[in-house]
């Protein structure tokens, strides 16, 4: 089998003879199989499924969305997660090492890489908001309780107000700063300002108004962004130390602290939902969420969110699940992980669902409004609608301090695999640097810090945005079908197979093959164009992102899918030998490195040495044996 020219990668390999003396080099591994579970739970359960999920179950029929949801996890979702972490298994590699599988497609490897250098880059920022907000929440009273703060506006209006005295529901009354102001005592100059503010602005909750006023300090678009505010970048800089206090000694370091990234947040949950369905109005919610409206699965946009929703929740084509499995020892049994990875992470959405629910249910009843004027998605949900609801808890600061440091755990736990995946990557390719790895952490940190500083700013919320809408979107569904495609058709899935045996030490079922090869690309296709016909311009509330936005997006989403044409190209003529056909070039730089599977040379290396550890043993006891 020809191997392709160590010159022919992208981004420079160690040379031949470098890589000899590192070939088989001793690599970290997991202390146990639950350092590897809870790990890899800990990154697949992310801030989506708290914040994101029930919002479509809602939206899309209630109880009946969990038919197409369950579909899709079992068509796309798990496929995709067996494959990734059989592959990193087999491969002990970096992302882009690995993917000397088939050379000239190392593309789709680079491309993960890009894409978890975006998500670090902003994901960080979100987790620094939840540090924000826990670190606020050590107080008597919360700042978001009430209307009487120099940031809140002639807008705001506190829930109990509306409920006691439902001033706004007149035309003769304007509430201002707790204050209902009656048309027939105010003075006609000041009901005149009063109105045309009234006119300009909706009604905002406290809570509103302490994320987007006095948190992020919001400006009015991208055009006035502003200089970084140094609250957001101390918290954003404070989660950084986190991050490499946690990765500082790899990948030991990294088990241990997904015991509690993992586990603490069902602990929350399970809290947090034992207290809201306590509440009046809990049982109206959680019944909007589970009854069925089955006319809705009529509608193919359901079918599409929740194949969205699936692959956007376990994290496929991150890169962080071929990592994570690369420290695995040969012959673990990834199918099982997969498995329970899988539904674990889908339990985990169903539960949040219960719990955002009953809360939304008690909080319509509060302000008297039905359901779905209350129900939200996204930041608005997880930093508006939960610190208002704390605040008709009994003790307010300790569920808010609560519901705060779950968000932290649960953003650690996927923003520490991801910048693990970054450092993994290069620690493979840079031998020379494995023994600085410090200084390699460091710097990855350094540079996704001085990316997200652009959100720090007051424009910051639009620059998230725009990262969330087009970094890790289009490009995940490409890359998740060029990955299904290449390993089952060019690496060819009966000898993938193959190899999952050889680790599992028994043969998997063939219906994963036709996953790979057709339902899974298919789905994933489908997905993509259904996306692409329905792409809108990002837009944050009202605000609606200029049209260059849209291009600066397009390009960040084509700086991930790029590499893959680009890196089979260049690979093509530049490992091209002299007078070689191209096709025959093609098809020689098609085939796999023949040492690709490093984790398999290592268990073969370590079985040689177990043998011959054997044989002097048995020799030693025959001459002992002759001797007596």
Known sequence: MHKPSSGTALITLPSQSEDKSHHHHHRPGWKSRTDFLFTVLSYAVGLGNIWRFPYLAYKNGGGAFLIPFVIMLVLTGLPLVFLELSFGQMGGQGVIPIWAV????????????????FIASYYNVIVSWALYY????????????????????????????LVQMNCTSRDEGILVNGTCHLRNTTDASLWHVLSAQRNETSPMSPSDEFFHRRVLDMSAGLDDVGAPRWELVLSLLGCWVLVCLCLIKGVHSLGKVAYFTALFPYVVLIILLGRAVTLDGAVQGMLYYVIPDFARLAHPKVWCDAAVQVFFSLSPCWGGLITLSSYNKYRHNCLRDALFVTFADALTSILA????????????????????????????????????????????????????????????????????????????????WRAKKSSLLIGISCFC???????????????????????????????????????????????????????????????????????????LAIVLVSTWMDFQPSSYGKYVFPTWTSVVGWFMCSVSVLPIPVVFVWKLFAGREKEEPLVQAMKRLLRPDGEWRKNYLRFKQNQSEVNELQLVDNSEEAQLELKS
């Open 102 to 117: 088939c050379p000239l497609f190392q593309g789709i490897g680079v491309g993960m890489f890009f894409v978890s250098t």
């Open 449 to 523: 810090f001085l990316v997200g500083l652009s959100c720090t700013t007051r424009g910051g919320i639009f620059v998230l945005q725009l990262f969330d809408d087009y970094a890790a979107t289009y490009s995940l569904l490409i890359l998740g079908l060029a990955e299904c495609l290449v390993l089952s058709w060019v690496y060819k899935g009966d000898r993938f197979l193959e190899h999952i045996e050889e680790m599992l030490e028994k043969r998997p079922s063939v219906v994963w093959k036709y996953l790979w090869r057709y339902i899974t690309p298919l789905l």
């Open 134 to 161: 826990s670190a606020q929440s050590f107080t008597a009273n919360l700042p978001w309780m009430d209307c009487n703060n120099w940031w809140n506006s002639p807008a705001c209006e506190s829930s109990l107000t």
């Open 353 to 432: 669902g219960f719990v955002v629910f009953s809360i939304v249910g008690a909080m319509a009843h509060q302000l008297n409004r039905p359901v779905n004027e209350v129900a939200r998605d996204g930041a608005g949900l997880a930093f508006v609608l939960y610190p208002e609801l704390v605040t008709h808890l009994p003790i307010p600061p300790l569920w808010s301090v609560l519901f705060f440091v779950m968000l932290l755990t649960i953003g650690f736990g996927t923003q520490i695999s991801t910048v693990n995946t970054l450092l993994t990557c290069l620690n493979d390719m840079l031998p020379r």
